[in-house]
T-cell receptor, first 118, second 113 residues
């Protein structure tokens, strides 16, 4: 069974600083996707960034980038020049790719509550 | 383009009752997935529907069921409610499935008394 571990329940940083959220996962599969989702207070969850396991290049989306270490099964999220609007719960998620449908699912970590301090 | 909508937003039920939650996906999206979010268990995948067929299923008992209509709208049903079913139920839609970007709705907050 796949598991996703986020070891930092809460983090806080000053505005404009850089912060890294950690995520590790456990799987015996070779083909999978990894995601970071953001859930702002009282607002809908949105995708921050995604990474396909077969791609060696780390994904980036503006101020958001990942450090994907496939051998170590690590998928950390770096937020540069943090802004007040980055305050949210961040979930790391894993999606396995199987040859047959039926058992594919998104597995989420427990989340990291990030607070950006003005 | 309108986002994912869920109705009702809040619901209070008693043990033993059943409940139906509704999710309207973004226009053009054919995949709808459902999730349960609780403080203790976090976010857990319930199931995914694509073109009116359940395509993937998580590890929930048979009391949790769903369906999808030809317009991609989806309903989730929970029968014989238990106290532990109290949770925020989220649905998400996407173009092709779980590997695509999931667009989440605001959720339905279910309280079981």
């Amino acid at each position: 069974a796949q598991t996703v571990t986020q070891s930092q329940p809460e983090m806080s940083v000053q505005e404009a600083e850089t912060v890294t959220l950690s995520c590790t996962y456990d799987t015996s599969e070779n083909n999978y996707y990894l995601f970071w989702y953001k859930q702002p207070p009282s607002r809908q969850m949105i995708l921050v960034i995604r990474q396909e396991a077969y791609k060696q290049q780390n994904a980036t989306e503006n101020r958001f980038s990942v450090n994907f270490q496939k051998a170590a099964k690590s998928f950390s999220l770096k937020i540069s020049d943090s802004q007040l609007g980055d305050t949210a719960m961040y979930f790391c998620a894993f999606m396995n790719l199987l040859s047959n449908f039926g058992n594919e699912k998104l597995t989420f970590g427990t989340g990291t509550r990030l607070t950006i301090i003005p | 383009k309108a986002g994912v909508t869920q109705t009702p937003r809040y619901l209070i039920k008693t043990r033993g009752q059943q409940v139906t939650l509704s999710c309207s996906p973004i226009s053009g999206h054919r995949s709808v997935s459902w999730y349960q979010q609780t403080p203790g268990q976090g976010l857990q995948f319930l199931f995914e529907y694509f073109s009116e067929t359940q395509r993937n299923k998580g590890n929930f008992p048979g009391r949790f069921s769903g369906r999808q209509f030809s317009n991609s709208r989806s309903e989730m049903n929970v029968s014989t409610l238990e106290l532990g079913d109290s949770a925020l139920y989220l649905c998400a839609s996407s173009l092709g499935g779980l590997t695509d970007t999931q667009y989440f709705g605001p959720g339905t907050r279910l309280t079981v008394l």
